[in-house]
């Protein structure tokens, strides 16, 4: 945690605040990343004035119904980006994303923006290779009779076996259940 932030620093991917939104995305998509930093020229130097996040496209573009053609960046941008100084440690870093309720941050040094640093870079938590993470579920191996554990490729089947082969332990159960009703 004392380690700088510049050791997690990756180089920013920037888009211009007039860009179109689906320019951003597709550079967003090529580069694998989740989000990118929004520039716009001040001066000599591109100055950052914002960032455009996947939950940005989720809930500004698609869950709203716009044209990602027609939108410009600085329409579904985040803004202001926050900032942190390349020199400044880990443990700053994780403590102003946590009390703003951000993952991402811009680097800089020395006023000029060096890249950016995620919450999943500074905490191991970075992105996997989905076949190189752990299955979360098992695969269906099929429907379970609840009797006896036999495993059966579709319910019609599992239904026929209950109904042959359990017959009377489901008859028994229905008898129990109404027998509880009535008491």
Wanted: hydrophobic share 35%; glycine share 6%; with cysteine.
């Amino acid at each position: 945690m004392n380690q700088s932030v510049s050791r997690f620093s990756q180089p920013p991917i920037i888009v211009f605040a007039d860009d179109a939104v689906t320019d951003a995305a597709k550079l967003m998509r090529d580069k694998n990343a989740g989000s990118v930093l929004v520039a716009e020229n001040v001066g000599k130097k591109d100055e950052p004035i914002g960032i455009l996040t996947e939950w940005d496209l989720l809930t500004n573009i698609v869950a709203a119904g716009r044209d990602a053609t027609q939108t410009r960046v600085r329409e579904v941008m985040s803004s202001p980006v926050k900032k942190i100084e390349a020199n400044a440690r880990v443990s700053d870093a994780l403590r102003i994303m946590l009390n703003r309720g951000i993952r991402r941050l811009a680097v800089m040094e020395e006023g000029v923006l060096i890249g950016t640093v995620t919450q999943s870079q500074l905490t191991g938590g970075g992105r996997q290779k989905a076949s190189s993470a752990p299955p979360l579920t098992e695969k269906i191996k099929g429907h379970v009779c609840p009797y006896c554990n036999s495993t059966f490729t579709t319910r019609k089947k599992l239904s026929e076996h209950i109904e042959t082969m359990h017959e009377e332990s489901v008859f028994l159960e229905l008898r129990d259940k109404q027998e509880l009703e009535t008491e």
